[in-house]
Nanobody, 126 residues
Framework: AVQLVESGGGTVQAGESLRLSCTAS????????MAWFRQAPGEQREGVAA???????IVGDSVAGRFTVSAPDTSNTVYLEMNSLKPEDTAMYYC????????????????????WGQGTQVTVSS
C-alpha cells in the first residue's frame, strides 16, 4: 500500500526557515509527480509546489522565490524548503502523489493527485 508521511513542521518566527519532508513507501517518488499543498482553517486547499518525473518544478505564486521543492535521487523523499516564512504561511501542509506532468505556468490542482499524507502543521508567528 502507498503511504506518504510528512514531517518537519513546527512553530517558527517570521523570517525563519523550515524544511518539510515527505517520505514515501509503496512507490518510488521519482516515478510520479509529487506535490505539496497547504490548507489553513476556513480556507481552500492551495497547491504550493510540485515536481514531476522529468524534474520539472513549479511553485505557487504566493510562495515563489521563497519555497523550493526537490526529490533527490538518493532518497525516496520529497522536500519542501521554505525560507522567509510569513504568518500567512501558517497551515497544515500535505504531500500528494499523482501522474500528471508538471507544466510551467499552470496551477497545481488537488484533483490531479491521488494519494495523500496526513499532513504536518506549520505555524509562523509574527
Amino acid at each position: 500500500a502507498v503511504q506518504l508521511v510528512e514531517s518537519g513542521g513546527g512553530t517558527v518566527q517570521a523570517g525563519e526557515s523550515l524544511r518539510l519532508s515527505c517520505t514515501a513507501s509503496g512507490l518510488t517518488v521519482r516515478h510520479y509527480s509529487m506535490a505539496w499543498f497547504r490548507q489553513a482553517p476556513g480556507e481552500q486547499r492551495e497547491g504550493v509546489a510540485a515536481i514531476d518525473t522529468s524534474g520539472t518544478t513549479i511553485v505557487g505564486d504566493s510562495v515563489a522565490g521563497r519555497f523550493t521543492v526537490s526529490a533527490p535521487d538518493t532518497s525516496n523523499t520529497v522536500y519542501l524548503e521554505m525560507n522567509s516564512l510569513k504568518p500567512e504561511d501558517t497551515a497544515m501542509y500535505y504531500c500528494a502523489q499523482g501522474w500528471h506532468p508538471v507544466i510551467a505556468g499552470t496551477p497545481i490542482r488537488s484533483q490531479d493527485f491521488t494519494n495523500w499524507g496526513q499532513g504536518t502543521q506549520v505555524t509562523v508567528s509574527s
